[in-house]
């Protein structure tokens, strides 16, 4: 799962960056309002925490960004104020949620699980597809009620594919969700390569129904046998 920070304050930002990492999510920042709008025009994010107090512009205009635009990230807001009006601007621009600062990171991450099962998997926990079963919290996997073992790029890519079932997701799409920034130190892809041929091995062997398919020159797209 991909988390975009848009916060100026830089050791809450550098905070949450911290904690969500260790929850295993692929997080990027931005400090500012030019920023995290570019980032929102070229970057897909399954989640953005946005401040709207941001040095040189407004939280709410991003908002206003995203709803034009027809994405459908999951906003959680989180500011310093408090007021009823902010917060009423904030969720009929579209936020999914409301934080007020100071806040505990365990009540944010606990949001965060909450919007992505509410958004993402209509309140479900687990992504279901052929005999393979996906448990986005406990980022387990199973065939067949059998665990699979995966690595942590394994899981994310596995993940990544599955939230895309049967469409065509480019090799830059997914080295951007999956790798966030640190893609752009990559001369090439051959990276993502050897882990879906890893993933694609492991899948076989478990006699899973759902298929890794290559489409040259491309991407992939995951299909149920």
Not at 144 to 162: C, G, H, P, T, V
Not at 183 to 204: E, M, V
Request: glycine fraction near 4%; aromatic fraction near 8%; charged fraction near 30%.
């Amino acid at each position: 799962m991909k988390i975009l920070i848009v916060e100026d304050e830089k050791e809450l930002s550098k905070s949450l960056e911290e904690s969500l990492t260790k929850e295993l999510f692929v997080v990027e920042t931005a400090a500012n309002f030019i920023t995290a709008s570019e980032k929102i025009d070229i970057y897909e994010y399954d989640c953005i925490l946005l401040d709207i107090g941001l040095p040189d512009g407004s939280g709410l205009e991003i908002l206003r960004q995203l709803k034009k635009a027809g994405k459908s990230e999951n906003v959680i807001i989180i500011s310093a104020k408090d007021s009823l009006d902010d917060k009423l601007m904030g969720l009929n621009l579209g936020a999914d949620d409301y934080l007020t600062k100071p806040f505990h990171i365990a009540e944010l991450n606990a949001r965060i699980k909450a919007v992505l099962r509410r958004k993402k998997l209509k309140g479900k926990q687990r992504l279901e597809y052929g005999n393979l079963s996906l448990d986005i919290e406990e980022r387990r996997v199973y065939v067949n009620q059998d665990l699979l073992s995966l690595n942590r790029k394994e899981f994310d890519i596995l993940n990544y594919f599955l939230f895309n079932k049967n469409r065509l997701v480019t090799k830059t799409a997914l080295a951007e969700h999956v790798w966030g920034d640190n893609i752009d130190q990559a001369d090439n892809f051959d990276f993502i390569y050897y882990q879906i041929k890893n993933l694609r091995k492991k899948l076989r062997e478990a006699n899973t129904n759902v298929k890794i398919n290559a489409v040259y020159g491309i991407g992939y797209r995951i299909t149920e046998e």
